[in-house]
């Protein structure tokens, strides 16, 4: 009986043989959605197909998997070509991949399209319909998820970068059969709210039927017809939706819609501080025009030397009373009086009005020198020492019992010296 | 100047920079735009280091918004 049985070797050949000689798994066109997805370091696929019922083990070596221009994921529906066989090791059969692709995308991409070049020449991409970003939002308004990275990443942002700026999250389906519709009622009530400033509709990355209501026409036209701005992040940096080529600004991701979205505290910091530079160099060339001007005044012969201004009068008066000295008759001399009093009367006004005029020049003049003014420099906490009336330089001018004066620029206070303390002068 | 948001004063600060930088304000003025940039200087600054939490609420199923759990904490 022993010598009858088959070796286990013997019997996998066996049903190897016959997989082989059927020509059926020969050449296979098999649809299925992936589980199980492995990518080998040695380069090979290995997963299994399913749809709801079965199962088949599934194999893609390098040599092919190479050519396949995604990267699969489970979950991802696929079309393969292979042919099936047995794996003697483990005594199972499998499906030896040649080629791969997704499922329905065909279809999908061909519908994406057509909407794209239809909405394209119906303007709504057009740059002249795209609004501006505000630069300092005070509100922002988030259409996506309430769960998930999105809503995550952009308040990350916004906290790093603006915190001045509100977030209001309008929680959105943003994937599945009613998402498209969501997307749309959420736009219109961010429109709404007039406290909002700029929307940004997103979701995180998946397969092109999860960004698929990204795609929808209703959804272009909701983002066309908003009157907020709108940045789009939808999916990867790879990933291009019809809501990316219509909002007014397309964001990679969700971060970098935030970025967009609001400016930077650090670069707003250094604006600011830059300001200040600025306010304070002006202020201080404004000062050294102001002061050149005033010593230009000051410079004037007439300001050094206002007696110059009097001059040419008292020749005039000199010279009338030459005149009246020659002058013999008493009545002659009488009128000549009378004339030379009223003479010097308008002198003597005249000779004031000038010196009263200087006088003002100068006294409006010296005010602007207000910081040069020790008074100024006392408002700042330094305080004047007079002794007698003489202002004191040194210590060594008072003795202990002097009774000084010390001058503070609101008022004065008289004191009587303790000691004084003399500091040897270098 | 409390309730002044952070745009407004920014925009303010920046057109007394402008007109300091012009240089053709009369002395006393000059002095008092440059009073007035500080200050303003000071309350931008003042209003971007108190802000550290973002206010962030969301819509319920009424229209109505209410605070939003920091996402960052349910990690």
Same mark, same amino acid.
């Given at each position: 009986?022993?010598?009858?049985?088959?070796?286990?070797?013997?019997?996998?050949?066996?049903?190897?043989?016959?997989?082989?000689?059927?020509?059926?798994?020969?050449?296979?066109?098999?649809?299925?959605?992936?589980?199980?997805?492995?990518?080998?370091?040695?380069?090979?696929?290995?997963?299994?197909?399913?749809?709801?019922? &079965?199962?088949?083990?599934?194999?893609?070596?390098?040599?092919?998997?190479?050519?396949?221009?995604?990267?699969?994921?489970?979950?991802?529906?696929?079309?393969?070509?292979?042919?099936?066989?047995?794996?003697?090791?483990?005594?199972?059969?499998?499906?030896?991949?040649?080629?791969?692709?997704?499922?329905?995308?065909?279809?999908?991409?061909?519908?994406?399209?057509?909407?794209?070049?239809?909405?394209?020449?119906?303007?709504?991409?057009?740059?002249?319909?795209?609004?501006?970003?505000?630069?300092?939002?005070?509100?922002?308004?988030?259409?996506?998820?309430?769960?998930?990275?999105?809503?995550?990443?952009?308040?990350?942002?916004?906290?790093?970068?603006?915190?001045?700026?509100?977030?209001?999250?309008?929680?959105?389906?943003?994937?599945?059969?009613?998402?498209?519709? /969501?997307?749309?009622?959420?736009?219109?009530?961010?429109?709404?709210?007039?406290?909002?400033?700029?929307?940004?509709?997103?979701?995180?990355?998946?397969?092109?039927?999860?960004?698929?209501?990204?795609?929808?026409?209703?959804?272009?036209?909701?983002?066309?017809?908003?009157?907020?701005?709108?940045?789009?992040?939808?999916?990867?940096?790879?990933?291009?939706?019809?809501?990316?080529?219509?909002?007014?600004?397309?964001?990679?991701?969700?971060?970098?819609?935030?970025?967009?979205?609001?400016?930077?505290?650090?670069?707003?910091?250094?604006?600011?501080?830059?300001?200040?530079?600025? +306010?304070?160099?002006? +202020?201080?060339?404004?000062?050294?025009?102001?002061?050149?001007?005033?010593?230009?005044?000051?410079?004037?012969?007439?300001?050094?030397?206002?007696?110059?201004?009097?001059?040419?009068?008292?020749?005039?008066? /000199?010279?009338?009373?030459?005149?009246?000295?020659?002058?013999?008759?008493?009545?002659?001399?009488?009128?000549?009086?009378?004339?030379?009093?009223?003479?010097?009367?308008?002198?003597?006004? &005249?000779?004031?009005?000038?010196?009263?005029?200087?006088?003002?020049?100068? /006294?409006? !003049?010296?005010?602007?020198?207000?910081?040069?003014?020790?008074?100024?420099?006392?408002?700042?906490?330094?305080?004047? !020492?007079?002794?007698?009336?003489?202002?004191?330089?040194?210590?060594?001018?008072?003795?202990?019992?002097?009774?000084?004066?010390?001058?503070?620029?609101?008022?004065?206070?008289?004191?009587?010296?303790?000691?004084?303390?003399?500091?040897?002068? /270098? | #100047?409390?309730?002044?948001?952070?745009?407004?004063?920014?925009? $303010?600060?920046?057109?007394?920079?402008?007109?300091?930088?012009?240089?053709?304000?009369?002395?006393? $003025?000059?002095?008092?735009?440059? $009073?007035?940039? #500080?200050?303003?200087?000071?309350?931008?600054?003042?209003?971007?280091?108190?802000?550290?939490?973002?206010?962030?609420?969301?819509?319920?199923?009424?229209?109505?918004?209410?605070?939003?759990?920091?996402?960052?904490?349910?990690?």
């Amino acid at each position: 009986m022993a010598e009858d049985a088959l070796t286990v070797t013997a019997l996998t050949r066996y049903i190897k043989y016959k997989f082989e000689a059927d020509e059926h798994l020969k050449n296979i066109l098999l649809k299925g959605e992936i589980s199980n997805f492995k990518h080998n370091v040695r380069g090979h696929f290995y997963f299994t197909l399913k749809d709801d019922r &079965a199962q088949i083990s599934a194999v893609m070596f390098k040599g092919n998997a190479w050519r396949v221009p995604f990267e699969p994921e489970d979950g991802m529906s696929v079309l393969v070509r292979g042919y099936v066989d047995v794996f003697e090791r483990s005594g199972g059969y499998q499906i030896y991949v040649e080629s791969m692709e997704q499922a329905g995308i065909g279809n999908l991409y061909q519908q994406y399209l057509k909407l794209k070049n239809d909405l394209e020449k119906a303007g709504l991409f057009d740059e002249r319909h795209k609004k501006a970003i505000p630069m300092f939002p005070t509100q922002i308004a988030v259409v996506t998820s309430r769960t998930g990275a999105v809503i995550r990443d952009i308040l990350h942002v916004i906290a790093r970068r603006y915190p001045l700026c509100k977030v209001l999250l309008y929680p959105t389906a943003v994937q599945g059969e009613h998402a498209k519709e /969501e997307i749309v009622k959420n736009i219109e009530r961010a429109n709404e709210n007039p406290d909002n400033d700029v929307i940004i509709v997103g979701r995180g990355g998946g397969s092109i039927e999860d960004l698929w209501p990204f795609n929808e026409a209703i959804v272009a036209h909701a983002i066309f017809d908003s009157k907020l701005p709108i940045i789009s992040a939808v999916g990867h940096q790879t990933d291009y939706t019809i809501a990316d080529f219509v909002s007014d600004k397309r964001a990679p991701t969700p971060s970098a819609a935030a970025e967009i979205a609001v400016p930077d505290k650090m670069t707003l910091l250094e604006r600011i501080d830059d300001d200040g530079r600025k +306010l304070r160099h002006g +202020l201080k060339t404004l000062l050294k025009e102001h002061t050149t001007a005033l010593n230009r005044i000051m410079q004037r012969t007439i300001i050094k030397d206002p007696s110059r201004i009097v001059m040419p009068y008292s020749r005039q008066y /000199e010279y009338i009373e030459g005149k009246l000295r020659l002058m013999h008759p008493r009545k002659q001399l009488a009128q000549s009086y009378d004339t030379l009093s009223t003479k010097e009367k308008a002198l003597r006004l &005249a000779y004031q009005s000038v010196v009263n005029t200087a006088k003002n020049h100068y /006294e409006q !003049v010296t005010s602007n020198l207000e910081y040069v003014n020790p008074l100024s420099i006392m408002k700042k906490g330094y305080t004047m !020492v007079r002794k007698d009336g003489k202002i004191l330089k040194k210590a060594r001018s008072i003795d202990s019992g002097d009774a000084i004066e010390v001058v503070f620029s609101d008022g004065r206070v008289t004191s009587t010296v303790d000691t004084v303390i003399l500091e040897d002068e /270098e | #100047m409390e309730k002044q948001s952070f745009e407004a004063a920014l925009k $303010e600060l920046e057109t007394i920079v402008e007109k300091l930088e012009n240089g053709d304000l009369p002395l006393d $003025e000059a002095v008092k735009e440059y $009073e007035a940039g #500080m200050k303003l200087s000071k309350h931008c600054r003042q209003l971007l280091d108190k802000a550290e939490t973002v206010l962030a609420s969301v819509v319920n199923e009424h229209g109505d918004s209410e605070p939003l759990d920091d996402p960052n904490t349910e990690d």
